[in-house]
């Protein structure tokens, strides 16, 4: 874990950037343009799919390609505890109300609960659909150096969104810095995250409101260094970005057309 990781639970930053800029798998020689195609069309198909035997084997496919590049897995499993909460806190509801074989039901204050097989099977497959995109999310930026992911965000999106997005990810860890500074030293002092919140809540509220002022005086300094060095306003970048080759261009058609034709049996299958 880095200096500026807060959590096991929480995607480290400068862990990610480390493994995107030092590993030489074979994934980090594919153009960043076909991987990011890749998140497209994966987006695509967890979108119009909702067949679970379809989803699981994309899951796998997808995990077996973030073992192969040597990415921390167990991180990654660790790093799940965020969209499955997300996902569970969302549908967890939606799935009592569900058609179907009852499993489960009880009584709350004088109304009937049922979880039925679908129910169930709803859970599941919106939460296997989260973990594809962020699993392949996580693949895409721990093989990608960061001159090309800004190279690609500088090309994609207008002004000012582009400027927006470069900024936000450097500042994101400055912020994240800071808070694991200040973190580490409510820990020193005998607080912890469970303990502060149920007896010394006041205080990690204050916690967090000094990250936030932090946070910005040391943005505002960093705008003013980079004022001082010439910033007109417009963060540029002319890093040259690696090519498609033409099996990259066979695999992304390849990829479109398992799409299509998913799309097209999605009604015959169910999903």
């Known amino acids: 874990m880095s200096a500026a990781s807060l959590s096991d639970h929480i995607p480290d930053l400068n862990l990610i950037t480390y493994y995107a800029e030092k590993q030489q798998s074979c994934f980090s020689r594919l153009s960043p343009w076909t991987k990011f195609a890749f998140l497209i069309l994966i987006i695509l198909l967890v979108t119009l799919s909702g067949n679970l035997a379809i989803l699981a084997v994309l899951y796998l496919v997808i ?13 990654l499993f660790g790093w799940y505890t965020m969209p499955a909460v997300f996902v569970l806190s969302l549908v967890g509801i939606m799935a009592w109300s569900e058609p179907g074989n009852p499993i489960i039901s009880f009584a709350v204050a004088g109304f009937p609960l049922v979880l039925t097989d679908k129910g169930i099977l709803l859970v599941v497959t919106l939460l296997l659909k989260a973990l594809i995109v962020v699993t392949f999310s996580l693949f895409f930026l721990m093989t990608t150096r960061y001159m090309h992911f800004s190279a690609m965000i500088y090309r994609i999106f207008p002004s000012p969104l582009d400027q927006i997005f470069l900024m936000a990810y450097r500042f994101l860890f400055l912020t994240l810095a800071m808070t694991g500074s200040i973190l580490k030293a409510v820990r020193s002092r005998g607080g912890g995250l469970i303990h502060s919140v149920r007896v010394q809540g006041r205080m990690f509220a204050e ?42 261009y066979l695999l992304i058609c390849a990829g479109a057309a398992v799409v299509v034709a998913v799309a097209l049996m999605t009604p015959s299958l169910g999903g």
Request: proline share 4%; net charge positive.
């Open 207 to 248: 916690v967090f409101a000094l990250v936030f002022i932090r946070s910005f005086e040391r943005s505002e300094r960093v705008h003013k260094a980079m004022i001082a060095r010439g910033f007109s306003g417009s963060y540029g970048t002319a890093t040259g970005i690696p090519a498609l080759r033409h099996a990259e």
């Open 63 to 75: 995990l077996g390609a973030y073992a192969a590049a040597h990415l921390p897995v167990w991180k």
